[in-house]
């Protein structure tokens, strides 16, 4: 491997580090981090369910009884999942995720 291979190898590591890390400590200190991704995450949900993810009664429900941490939400960001501004042709993306649970799960009971 050349100087300049082991150059940008090394590059392309710190900032993979570097960008992990910000992400982490944004999540793990702002409360609004993702706030903007439950935007989409929510009514996709909803749109599994065979609901109206642009209806925000229904996108309300689904965040309530799928949200491990409503109860923790800080009153502002409470109705901001429920409401979708975004195109129809985003829920084609975000349906993958929406299978997926939010946030971590353990395997022990």
Known sequence: MTKAQSSGLLLLVLGSVMFASLGYLCE??????LADFR???YPARC?????DPYQQSDVLRVFQAESVDYAT????????????????TILLLAIPF????????TCYG
């Open 28 to 33: 793990h200190f702002f409360a609004s981090s």
């Open 39 to 41: 935007s989409v995450y």
């Open 47 to 51: 749109l599994l369910q065979h609901t």
């Open 73 to 88: 939400t800080p009153e502002m960001l409470r109705g901001f999942p429920t409401i979708d501004v975004y195109p129809p």
């Open 98 to 105: 929406a299978m997926l649970p939010w946030g971590p799960r």
